[in-house]
């Protein structure tokens, strides 16, 4: 692990405010957390056209997907690979729901529901598989998931996926996703306050250590993923909704299998903002050279990993 | 004889570590009864001291053997079924949670504490750390990382410390500040078990004493007495123990 050295200037900029205690800016989260909540409620009713709110509502997805990737990986260390199948757990069973004659809200919740066992999933891999080789493990759920999305067509419609039998409007989907950020976000606030916070990220320090002063390593990493599958997939039921159907092409796509690795890296593990600031600039970026250059804002991605890693420990 | 009222504070049997054709600990019996407070381990690097330490402290899981704290059997492998049955540890090289300050260092592991701050600050006012409670772990120095691992150890209020090396590479004025720290935690009724190479700090501190070489144990008894076993001088110190040692022979 790279350390910060003293005297050189950008590092200590990018060293600054950290040190300290984790709860001293618990006030300064809440209040800001307050007002992006106001500022979400708010936004769709602004004077935009479809397309703004369409990229108003991608900003939010992926600052969403990122943030409950923090909630997890983040916080623990445990990079995982398997955020997708988290979203698609989530999106293929609200749909199935539904195609199977539940309400809107049952099919949510069974998505929601459905993404926390997919998160006890990964829970149970990080018990005894550490660090590399649970990352390792990670890529291999989410390919294995992909292909069983292809193939178990009575469930999930197979190659041609499942269309959403119901119309439903974007306002649901923008605030379902907005409140998978918000109460997301609000955990990684109340974590970072609470002695259970440090247990968490003594984890991710050294996990042996942790054990040996008591932490219960495994009950706070099956939380934690957990929340974080429940949570992800409430954003794949929403998610799919937007979208009008649950297809392994847009829920097992490439980029959202680095995407909240890279920009939590780049806004920084276990911070309660910067991944949510990262995941909105390279949503905008992405957007901004979509006609002229549309596959460059993954070297941009790949870079400012590359300098953050560089200029700070990760 | 043990005049403690109770079980020992930790007891060993048969402990026995092999890796593949390796044997790092061969039977392996010893017990630190509640009369003393300060006990340590020496012997010769490789002899078993730290995969001893590694065993209580459920770093490793034994090839064979029993582990009893209090009276009550540890479950082997396990570091945190040793911590909750009263184990509490340092490292021979400082293992805090660097990206973590201070005094969250000290809050990590607080579970269970009625007033965690309170006892972080106490803590850290004892080793006098207290001016570096917000400062980065992993920006301490070598020394100061120790003191912070002592804190927080202690935060877990531990049956017994197993302290590897705690003087090792640290300047010597640092080793008389640890020194102090030890003998005013003994004196609140803190039980520390050393591996220590300074055989001074050993006869300074220590009053029963363990010595292993190549895996077993070839003497055990009052600091001073062991210190002067031929058979411990021949193995492991190669010469007598210094003033400190000395000193109390000539007054035996």
Known sequence: MTTIVAGRPLQRLLAAGRGGTLSERTPAHLVTLGLVTVALLVAPH???????????YYVLFYAAFTQTWNLSSGMTGYLSFAHPFLLAAGGYAALFGLHRGLGLSAAIALGAGIGLLAGGV???TSVRARHLVFGFLTLFIVMAMEI?????????????GLIAPKFTSFELSYYLTAVALLVTTLAIVLLRSRIVGREVL???????????????????KALLFGAAGGLTGLIGASHVLFLGSAHPNN???????????????????SRVWGPLLAAGGYTLLTEMLRVSAPTIHLIILGAAVVLVARLRSI | MST???????????????????????????????????WGLVGPNGSGKTT??????GMIRPTGGQILVNGRPLRTGSPRAASRLGIGRTFQSPRLFERMSVLDNLLAASRGERRPTQRAE????????????????????????????????????PAVVLLDEIAAGVHPRMVERIEGYLRTLRAQGVRFFLVEHDVEMVARLCERLFVLDRGRLIAEGPCQEVLRDPQVVSAYLGRPAGPAAEGARDAA
């Open chain 1, 251 to 269: 829920l097992f796509p490439l980029h959202l299998i680095v995407l909240p690795l890279a920009l939590t890296l780049v806004g920084g593990a």
């Open chain 1, 122 to 124: 990964l829970a149970l």
């Open chain 1, 148 to 160: 069983v999305a292809e193939l178990w067509t009575p469930v999930t419609g197979g190659v041609s």
């Open chain 2, 4 to 38: 403690h009222a109770g079980p020992p504070v930790l007891e060993i049997r048969h402990l026995t570590v092999s890796f593949g054709g390796l044997t790092a600990l061969a039977d392996v019996s010893l017990s630190l009864d509640g009369d003393q407070a300060i």
């Open chain 2, 52 to 57: 001893l330490f590694n065993c209580v402290s």
């Open chain 1, 202 to 220: 003594a984890i991710r320090d050294d996990e042996d250590v942790a054990a040996s002063v008591g932490i219960n390593t495994s009950m706070l």
């Open chain 1, 46 to 56: 602004l004077n935009v056209n479809s397309y703004h709110l369409t990229v108003l």
């Open chain 2, 122 to 157: 106490e803590l850290l006012e004892l080793v006098e750390m207290t001016a570096h409670r917000r400062a980065l772990a992993g920006q301490l120095s070598i020394g100061q990382k120790k003191l912070v691992e002592l804190a927080r150890v202690l935060m877990r209020r």
